[in-house]
């Protein structure tokens, strides 16, 4: 059975700092491409973040480039979003995401919330 768990997420204050973890199991995590999306309340998923299998490759939404870092640790079959600079507008529901040719898993979210 395929499981992917978020963890990290939580209440910050503005201009400060989260890491946000995707721990997967029942798949062998090298064999993926992996994302993070992010859902506010009202909105559409977003796409946050890219990572390619290898973890050589990353892309990010404009919104957040310069400030989040993903990151992959394929031995231990972890993903990592690393979140600095946070703003009010960063607050949502973040996922995890692994995708394959014939295959797509999620997780189930961590809330973040970036508040004073």
């Known amino acids: 059975q395929v499981q992917l768990v978020e963890s990290g997420g939580g209440l910050v204050h503005p201009g400060g700092s989260l890491k946000l973890s995707c721990a997967a199991s029942g798949i062998t995590l090298s064999s993926y491409g992996m994302n993070w999306y992010r859902q506010a309340p009202g909105k559409e998923r977003e796409l946050v973040a890219v990572?390619?299998?290898?973890?050589?490759?990353?892309s990010y939404a404009d919104s957040v480039k310069g400030r989040f870092t993903i990151s992959r640790d394929n031995p231990n079959n972890m993903l990592y979003l690393q979140m600095n600079s946070l703003k009010p507008e960063d607050t949502a529901v973040y996922y995890c995401?692994?995708?394959?040719?014939?295959?797509?898993?999620w997780g189930q979210g961590t809330q973040v919330t970036v508040s004073s």
């Open positions: 995401n692994a995708v394959q040719w014939n295959a797509i898993y």
């Open positions: 990572i390619d299998k290898t973890g050589g490759s990353t």
